[in-house]
């Protein structure tokens, strides 16, 4: 598996490893469960809004 490195401040690296400790698994594995969970809580927030004015007319597009 390829890797790279971020910069992040001290108190956060404790943070994410006491985070890590918590769920049984290591700071890398952390970041990217939190990463995923970011964006499906991104993806919550779109589906939860209300649909433009484009989206609504796609949707009510005669198909016939």
């Given at each position: 598996?390829?890797?790279t490195s971020i910069r992040i401040d001290v108190?956060?690296?404790?943070e994410l490893k006491r985070l890590?400790?918590?769920l049984g698994t290591s700071v890398g594995?952390?970041?990217r469960l939190?990463?995923?969970s970011l964006r499906q809580?991104?993806?919550g927030l779109q589906l939860r809004?209300?649909?433009t004015e484009d989206e609504t007319s796609w949707l009510d597009a005669d198909l016939g």
């Open positions: 598996m390829q890797s108190a956060t690296h404790e890590a400790t918590s594995n952390t970041v939190d990463v995923w809580d991104r993806i809004s209300p649909l």
